[in-house]
Protein backbone atom coordinates (compact mmCIF):
# COMPACT_ATOMS: atom_id res chain seq x y z
CA UNK A 1 0.00 0.00 0.00
CA UNK A 2 1.33 3.49 -1.02
CA UNK A 3 2.09 6.00 1.40
CA UNK A 4 -0.52 8.96 1.27
CA UNK A 5 2.10 11.02 -1.02
CA UNK A 6 2.47 8.42 -3.36
CA UNK A 7 -1.69 7.62 -3.07
CA UNK A 8 -2.41 11.51 -4.30
CA UNK A 9 0.23 10.54 -7.04
CA UNK A 10 -1.17 7.88 -8.17
CA UNK A 11 -4.32 8.64 -8.18
CA UNK A 12 -4.11 11.85 -9.81
CA UNK A 13 -2.26 10.51 -12.66
CA UNK A 14 -4.76 7.72 -13.12
CA UNK A 15 -7.20 10.36 -13.48
CA UNK A 16 -4.86 12.02 -15.77
CA UNK A 17 -4.82 8.98 -17.65
CA UNK A 18 -8.92 8.45 -18.01
CA UNK A 19 -9.54 12.71 -18.75
CA UNK A 20 -7.40 12.11 -21.80
CA UNK A 21 -8.44 9.04 -23.16
CA UNK A 22 -11.85 10.93 -22.82
CA UNK A 23 -11.11 13.55 -24.46
CA UNK A 24 -9.59 11.95 -27.43
CA UNK A 25 -12.41 9.64 -28.16
CA UNK A 26 -15.77 11.93 -27.82
CA UNK A 27 -17.32 13.43 -30.80
CA UNK A 28 -20.05 15.21 -28.94
CA UNK A 29 -20.17 19.03 -27.91
CA UNK A 30 -17.74 20.28 -25.34
CA UNK A 31 -20.26 21.35 -22.80
CA UNK A 32 -20.90 17.39 -22.86
CA UNK A 33 -17.34 16.57 -22.69
CA UNK A 34 -17.09 18.49 -19.46
CA UNK A 35 -19.72 16.87 -17.81
CA UNK A 36 -18.59 13.38 -18.96
CA UNK A 37 -14.78 14.19 -17.86
CA UNK A 38 -15.86 15.60 -14.19
CA UNK A 39 -18.44 12.49 -13.52
CA UNK A 40 -16.20 9.85 -14.85
CA UNK A 41 -12.93 11.15 -13.20
CA UNK A 42 -14.93 12.00 -9.70
CA UNK A 43 -16.15 8.15 -9.45
CA UNK A 44 -12.54 6.53 -10.63
CA UNK A 45 -10.98 9.09 -7.76
CA UNK A 46 -13.39 8.29 -5.35
CA UNK A 47 -13.05 4.70 -5.79
CA UNK A 48 -9.19 4.44 -5.43
CA UNK A 49 -8.70 6.93 -2.81
CA UNK A 50 -11.86 4.72 -0.42
CA UNK A 51 -10.39 1.71 -1.30
CA UNK A 52 -7.09 2.90 0.50
CA UNK A 53 -8.38 4.99 2.90
CA UNK A 54 -11.99 3.68 3.85
CA UNK A 55 -11.95 5.41 7.19
CA UNK A 56 -11.08 8.95 5.83
CA UNK A 57 -13.33 12.21 5.12
CA UNK A 58 -14.07 13.31 1.41
CA UNK A 59 -14.73 16.76 0.05
CA UNK A 60 -15.65 16.64 -3.85
CA UNK A 61 -16.46 19.15 -6.39
CA UNK A 62 -18.75 16.33 -8.08
CA UNK A 63 -19.91 15.13 -5.32
CA UNK A 64 -22.46 15.92 -2.68
CA UNK A 65 -20.99 17.38 0.78
CA UNK A 66 -20.36 15.11 3.55
CA UNK A 67 -21.03 16.85 6.57
CA UNK A 68 -18.96 13.99 8.56
CA UNK A 69 -15.87 14.91 7.26
CA UNK A 70 -16.10 18.07 10.01
CA UNK A 71 -15.48 15.43 12.52
CA UNK A 72 -12.65 13.30 11.33
CA UNK A 73 -8.95 14.54 11.35
CA UNK A 74 -7.99 13.38 7.83
CA UNK A 75 -9.96 14.91 4.90
CA UNK A 76 -9.68 14.37 0.61
CA UNK A 77 -10.40 17.21 -0.69
CA UNK A 78 -10.16 16.41 -4.54
CA UNK A 79 -11.35 18.51 -7.82
CA UNK A 80 -11.45 15.91 -10.52
CA UNK A 81 -11.53 18.35 -13.57
CA UNK A 82 -9.97 21.88 -12.65
CA UNK A 83 -10.57 24.03 -15.82
CA UNK A 84 -13.78 21.94 -17.49
CA UNK A 85 -13.90 24.75 -19.78
CA UNK A 86 -10.49 24.53 -21.16
CA UNK A 87 -11.09 20.92 -20.66
CA UNK A 88 -13.75 21.16 -23.46
CA UNK A 89 -11.77 23.21 -25.53
CA UNK A 90 -9.13 20.56 -27.36
CA UNK A 91 -6.46 22.83 -28.12
CA UNK A 92 -6.04 24.40 -24.59
CA UNK A 93 -3.91 22.69 -21.66
CA UNK A 94 -4.58 24.56 -18.79
CA UNK A 95 -6.54 22.25 -16.84
CA UNK A 96 -5.97 19.88 -14.22
CA UNK A 97 -6.50 17.28 -11.86
CA UNK A 98 -6.43 17.87 -7.93
CA UNK A 99 -5.79 15.95 -5.04
CA UNK A 100 -5.24 16.53 -1.41
CA UNK A 101 -5.26 14.99 1.57
CA UNK A 102 -5.64 17.47 4.79
CA UNK A 103 -4.91 16.23 8.14
CA UNK A 104 -6.57 19.09 10.96
CA UNK A 105 -7.63 21.29 7.95
CA UNK A 106 -3.59 21.83 6.35
CA UNK A 107 -2.77 20.34 3.39
CA UNK A 108 -0.45 17.15 3.58
CA UNK A 109 -0.30 14.65 0.58
CA UNK A 110 -0.97 16.99 -2.66
CA UNK A 111 -0.78 16.18 -5.95
CA UNK A 112 -1.61 18.38 -8.97
CA UNK A 113 -2.00 16.76 -12.34
CA UNK A 114 -1.63 18.42 -16.11
CA UNK A 115 -2.95 15.77 -18.48
CA UNK A 116 -2.14 17.98 -21.13
CA UNK A 117 0.95 18.13 -20.58
CA UNK A 118 1.99 14.93 -19.34
CA UNK A 119 2.86 16.17 -15.94
CA UNK A 120 2.51 15.30 -12.16
CA UNK A 121 3.47 17.38 -9.05
CA UNK A 122 3.33 15.96 -5.90
CA UNK A 123 4.32 16.56 -2.25
CA UNK A 124 6.07 12.83 -2.92
CA UNK A 125 8.87 14.40 -4.63
CA UNK A 126 8.52 18.26 -4.47
CA UNK A 127 10.60 20.11 -7.55
CA UNK A 128 13.46 22.65 -6.73
CA UNK A 129 12.25 26.45 -7.30
CA UNK A 130 14.23 27.54 -10.98
CA UNK A 131 15.97 30.89 -10.59
CA UNK A 132 13.36 33.91 -10.51
CA UNK A 133 11.71 34.74 -13.96
CA UNK A 134 13.40 37.45 -15.29
CA UNK A 135 11.86 40.85 -16.90
CA UNK A 136 8.68 42.70 -15.00
CA UNK A 137 6.70 40.88 -12.56
CA UNK A 138 4.11 38.41 -13.90
CA UNK A 139 0.85 37.73 -12.21
CA UNK A 140 -1.59 34.68 -13.37
CA UNK A 141 -4.93 35.64 -13.30
CA UNK A 142 -8.18 33.89 -14.23
CA UNK A 143 -8.61 33.40 -17.64
CA UNK A 144 -12.48 33.56 -17.37
CA UNK A 145 -13.15 36.09 -14.08
CA UNK A 146 -9.87 38.18 -13.48
CA UNK A 147 -10.15 40.09 -10.04
CA UNK A 148 -10.40 44.13 -10.22
CA UNK A 149 -8.03 43.85 -7.53
CA UNK A 150 -5.06 42.23 -9.65
CA UNK A 151 -5.40 45.01 -11.67
CA UNK A 152 -4.88 47.77 -9.43
CA UNK A 153 -1.67 45.61 -8.01
CA UNK A 154 -0.50 45.57 -11.28
CA UNK A 155 -0.36 49.29 -11.46
CA UNK A 156 0.97 49.76 -8.23
CA UNK A 157 3.53 47.38 -9.18
CA UNK A 158 4.39 47.97 -12.82
CA UNK A 159 3.04 44.24 -13.60
CA UNK A 160 2.22 42.13 -15.76
CA UNK A 161 -1.05 40.18 -16.24
CA UNK A 162 -1.51 37.02 -17.96
CA UNK A 163 -4.72 35.06 -18.21
CA UNK A 164 -4.69 31.38 -17.62
CA UNK A 165 -7.36 28.71 -16.70
CA UNK A 166 -7.21 25.91 -14.03
CA UNK A 167 -6.11 27.44 -10.44
CA UNK A 168 -3.63 24.35 -10.58
CA UNK A 169 -2.05 25.19 -13.67
CA UNK A 170 -1.40 28.37 -12.81
CA UNK A 171 -0.36 27.30 -9.39
CA UNK A 172 2.48 24.87 -10.97
CA UNK A 173 2.77 27.29 -13.73
CA UNK A 174 4.70 29.85 -10.95
CA UNK A 175 6.28 26.49 -9.65
CA UNK A 176 7.88 26.11 -13.15
CA UNK A 177 8.86 29.75 -13.28
CA UNK A 178 6.41 31.04 -16.08
CA UNK A 179 5.71 33.64 -13.68
CA UNK A 180 6.31 35.73 -10.30
CA UNK A 181 2.89 34.98 -8.73
CA UNK A 182 -0.94 33.57 -9.52
CA UNK A 183 -3.46 36.09 -7.39
CA UNK A 184 -7.02 35.45 -7.35
CA UNK A 185 -9.79 37.65 -5.55
CA UNK A 186 -12.92 36.13 -5.81
CA UNK A 187 -15.42 32.68 -6.63
CA UNK A 188 -13.35 30.05 -5.40
CA UNK A 189 -13.79 26.40 -3.39
CA UNK A 190 -11.99 24.33 -1.28
CA UNK A 191 -11.21 21.99 -3.89
CA UNK A 192 -9.81 24.98 -6.29
CA UNK A 193 -7.06 25.90 -4.04
CA UNK A 194 -6.13 22.90 -1.43
CA UNK A 195 -3.92 20.60 -4.07
CA UNK A 196 -1.73 23.32 -5.60
CA UNK A 197 -1.68 25.13 -2.41
CA UNK A 198 0.03 22.05 -0.79
CA UNK A 199 2.32 21.09 -3.68
CA UNK A 200 3.28 25.10 -3.81
CA UNK A 201 4.75 24.89 -0.38
CA UNK A 202 6.09 21.57 -0.11
CA UNK A 203 8.66 23.24 -2.84
CA UNK A 204 9.14 26.35 -1.00
CA UNK A 205 6.65 28.50 -2.56
CA UNK A 206 4.65 31.40 -0.37
CA UNK A 207 1.02 30.61 -0.67
CA UNK A 208 -1.71 31.95 1.84
CA UNK A 209 -5.10 33.86 1.93
CA UNK A 210 -4.45 37.79 0.35
CA UNK A 211 -4.33 39.30 3.78
CA UNK A 212 -0.81 36.58 4.49
CA UNK A 213 -3.38 33.94 6.27
CA UNK A 214 -2.90 30.54 5.99
CA UNK A 215 -5.28 28.36 3.59
CA UNK A 216 -7.04 26.62 5.63
CA UNK A 217 -9.52 23.80 4.41
CA UNK A 218 -12.31 21.13 5.68
CA UNK A 219 -13.94 24.14 7.22
CA UNK A 220 -18.24 24.24 7.12
CA UNK A 221 -18.04 27.07 4.87
CA UNK A 222 -16.17 25.18 1.93
CA UNK A 223 -15.80 28.59 -0.06
CA UNK A 224 -12.19 30.22 -0.14
CA UNK A 225 -12.91 33.16 -2.04
CA UNK A 226 -8.97 34.87 -2.43
CA UNK A 227 -5.82 33.28 -3.15
CA UNK A 228 -2.16 34.18 -3.49
CA UNK A 229 0.62 31.55 -4.59
CA UNK A 230 3.97 33.00 -5.67
CA UNK A 231 7.58 33.34 -5.14
CA UNK A 232 8.81 33.82 -1.72
CA UNK A 233 10.75 36.50 -2.83
CA UNK A 234 7.82 38.38 -4.01
CA UNK A 235 5.52 37.68 -1.24
CA UNK A 236 6.12 40.91 0.74
CA UNK A 237 5.56 43.37 -2.25
CA UNK A 238 2.52 41.55 -3.38
CA UNK A 239 1.14 41.70 -0.09
CA UNK A 240 1.76 44.95 0.46
CA UNK A 241 0.47 46.26 -2.61
CA UNK A 242 -2.68 44.24 -1.79
CA UNK A 243 -3.31 45.54 0.99
CA UNK A 244 -2.72 48.97 -0.35
CA UNK A 245 -5.30 47.94 -3.06
CA UNK A 246 -7.64 47.28 -0.76
CA UNK A 247 -7.96 49.98 1.28
CA UNK A 248 -11.08 52.09 0.99
CA UNK A 249 -10.22 54.94 -1.77
CA UNK A 250 -7.62 52.91 -3.34
Wanted: charged share 20%.
Amino acid sequence: MPDDHRLSAITASHAAELLIQLRRGHHGSGSQLGKIGDAHANELILDLLRAARPEDGFLSEESAPDPSRLSKRRVWIIDPLDGTREYAERERDDWAVHIALTECGLPSACAVALPALGLVYSTASPVALPPLPAGPLKILVSRSRPPALAERVAAKLGAELVPMGSAGAKAMAVLRGEAHAYLHAGGLSEWDSCAPVGVALASGLHASRIDGSPCLYNQPDISMPDLLICRPECAPALLAAIAAAIEPGN
